[in-house]
């Protein structure tokens, strides 16, 4: 394990309909990052097309190949590595909800595809089958995305032969409209919270949550935003702002962080 902390950028990025609209989104963060000395720039799931109804008609090989060459050629020219969610296609024609890590060279390195699909995602993806841990950036790093992080026995099974010491968790986890909880930390925890804390512990593993801000499909959505980071005992070291896009750049394991609001 490295002992030089490095340092991250979570974004919580304005979501847009388009393909084009999010890669301007993602080269401007990058450019943020880096000039606040960022390592990584962690994006949420399905960065690059946005997740929203109308993925099926962004999600082609043409248009996602042409955007992942954008944002290479963002964080070679940055000096910025970067993770995140977009659509891989399979030989078989098949397309996965995937999460990519590239280097800070613009280099792909790995790619993790969900396998705990909902059912509405199974109507256009396919589930992924391994969870794969890859050298990045000096750690042992592997994907956890959204809710998957409800199947903590699934994981951990996957886990058990491979150290890791920083899961990605990309998410699009928030309140529908309307939504009411028994109680006020109901609300504020949605669950998933304490499942993540316990993943942590479990494998001894920082985990850092990007999560989109807004939800374009159901646009009075809240509790979107409030990205995390964990410590492997478990802790909260830090919670970005509630449904709000922007930057927070921390060094892992500290308490601090930075914040930029980003525009829509």
């Not at 391994?130 to 950036?137: A, I, Q, S, T």
């Not at 990605?168 to 919270?193: C, K, Q, R």
């Not at 959505?221 to 922007?246: F, H, N, V």
Request: proline residues 8%; negative net charge; hydrophobic residues 45%.
């Amino acid at each position: 394990m490295s002992t030089t902390p490095l340092c991250i950028a979570i974004v919580q990025q304005p979501m847009a309909w388009t393909t084009p609209d999010n890669v301007a989104h993602i080269v401007a963060a990058l450019t943020l990052a880096a000039g606040q000395g960022a390592d990584i720039a962690v994006f949420p799931e399905l960065a690059l097309t946005g997740f929203h109804r109308g993925i099926r008609a962004e999600a082609v090989p043409a248009t996602v190949e042409a955007a992942l060459q954008q944002v290479r050629a963002a964080c070679s020219a940055q000096g910025i590595a970067c993770a995140l969610g977009a659509p891989t296609f399979a030989a078989d024609g098949t397309i996965l909800n995937s999460y990519l890590h590239i280097d800070a060279a613009g280099e792909i390195v790995s790619a993790v595809s969900k396998n705990g699909l909902t059912p509405a995602e199974l109507t256009f993806f396919a589930p992924g089958t391994d969870r794969p841990v890859m050298r990045f950036e000096g750690r042992n790093c592997t994907t956890v995305m959204c809710r998957e992080i409800d199947d903590l026995e699934s994981v951990a099974v996957q886990l058990q032969a491979d150290p890791v010491d920083l899961i990605f968790w990309p998410s699009m986890v928030g309140n529908p409209p309307g939504t009411i909880h028994p109680t006020p930390e109901d609300t504020a925890d949605l669950g998933y919270f304490k499942r993540t804390a316990v993943l942590a512990r479990r494998l001894e593993a920082f985990v850092v949550q990007s999560n989109w801000p807004q939800a374009l499909n159901t646009p009075d959505s809240t509790y979107l935003g409030e990205s995390k980071a964990y410590a492997p005992d478990g802790e909260i070291l830090l919670t970005l702002p509630r449904d709000q896009a922007g930057v927070g750049v921390f060094r892992l394991g500290e308490r601090a962080f930075r914040w930029t609001p980003l525009p829509a």
